[in-house]
């Protein structure tokens, strides 16, 4: 139908853009996919082919991006995302927040489209404020491991700035903290997916350092429900949107140890360099501008992608080298 919004998603076949494609399509919106599967995978979004609302584009979004008809929003979601990922690709991830991000800027101009762009509590660094608010600038080291990725996405936001203040265009800054559920890839080395691969398959549970560093985990429809928020508003600065309930990862082993009821054990391996030492999001702003709180609570959003992990087939779960090794 000609009325319906558009709107077009970067990183449509990764974890967070696959949901948000789902979300925008029960909303009665067009949804356009984009995403060239370097680290996204088309099962996340088998299920939309048959739409007449969907499309898709196997397309690399740091190249010129060419698409035709209206849009009405765009957001911004491909890149590489977990450690892992951006230690084995470190130049795709800088392209997908610098070039990339150029090229949805540009296309909005044409469209008139209205941006949203995925930025994270990366941006933050090794924070040495906590919890971490908007406000506070971040503690990064440019020229480390994780380097590419939070300098990637803290151009993203100066570029973002810069289009909104010297073009007049349309942009929200979302900073998205660690966050889970089905459809995470399960060899992408995040700590979760991590966990319960290896409570699966048998095997002990690898800690980096002594587990005592903090993280703060988001169920995705919470962060589904934020961003969708933000995107209908009308505030341009960045807001955080995470779940402030912070555990460390050696408890988070103790939970996932629990809900899996495997016999393995937490076995502690070296720290990676940089690895935040605490994390937790400051949602005030979330909560006064947005009206958004998470409503997920830790054990039911475990129970679900422990549920969907086990449903994955033997193959996919013995699948644990990295897909760029
Ligand atoms: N981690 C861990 N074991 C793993 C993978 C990760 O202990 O097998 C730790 C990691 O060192 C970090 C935390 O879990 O302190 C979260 O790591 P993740 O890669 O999920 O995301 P990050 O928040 O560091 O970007």
Redesign the pocket.
Known sequence: MANRKRVLITGAAGFLGSHLCDRFIAEGYDVVGMDNLITGDLKNIEHLFKLEQFEFYHHDVSKFIHVPGKLDYILHFASPA??IDYLKIPIQTLKVGSLGIHNCLGLARVKNARVLIASTS?VYGDPMVHPQTEEYWGNVNPVGPRGVYDEAKRFQEAMTMAYHTFHGLETRIVRIF?TYGPRMRLND????P??IGQALRGEDL????D?S?T?SFCYVSDLVEGIFRLLMSDYAQPVNIGNPDEIT?REFGEEIIKLTGTNQKLVSKP??KD??KQ?KPDITKAKEILGWEPKVNRAEGLKITYDYFKSLSPEELNKTAHRFD
Request: glycine share 14%; net charge positive; charged share 20%.
């Open positions: 977990s450690p990366e660690n080395g995040r700590v979760l991590a966990f690898t800690m980096f350092g587990g560093q993280r990862i720290l990676p690895d935040p994390r």
